[in-house]
Nanobody, 124 residues
Framework: QVQLVESGGGLLQAGDSLRLSCAAS????????MGWFRQAPGKEREFVAA????????VYADSVKGRFTISRDNPKNTMYLQMNSLKPEDTAVYYC?????????????????WGPGTQVTVSS
């Protein structure tokens, strides 16, 4: 069982930067592949980025590629999402998620554990 808690959300202006954190409870954090997803009002949850258990593989949604960077610090049981050049369309609740098997992935249903989310609002 993994408990996840996101932090770092806030209200920003277009062009700003922000770093989200995802703290995990499990001592086995380093064995989980992790992902970031987001959900805007009235929209389905969408994939943002994912990282393999050892950080060796990362994947990004086209909409954030070149602007967002996913990383993890296994000794600290923490994953990060550095978000640069934020746009109003990045406004959403951001969730971190964990999966053990199947490598990195962009399908929400393949992730077993989820955090409660953190709100990111970007004004124009």
């Amino acid at each position: 069982q993994v408990q996840l808690v996101e932090s770092g959300g806030g209200l920003l202006q277009a062009g700003d930067s922000l770093r989200l954190s995802c703290a995990a409870s499990a001592r086995t954090f380093s064995t989980y592949n992790m992902g970031w997803f987001r959900q805007a009002p009235g929209k389905e949850r969408e994939f943002v980025a994912a990282i393999s258990w050892n950080g060796g593989t990362t994947v990004y949604a086209d909409s954030v590629k070149g602007r967002f960077t996913i990383s993890r610090d296994n000794p600290k049981n923490t994953m990060y999402l550095q978000m640069n050049s934020l746009k109003p369309e990045d406004t959403a609740v951001y969730y971190c998620a964990a999966k053990r098997f199947g490598g990195v992935g962009n399908v929400p249903n393949n992730y077993m554990y989820w955090g409660p989310g953190t709100q990111v609002t970007v004004s124009s």
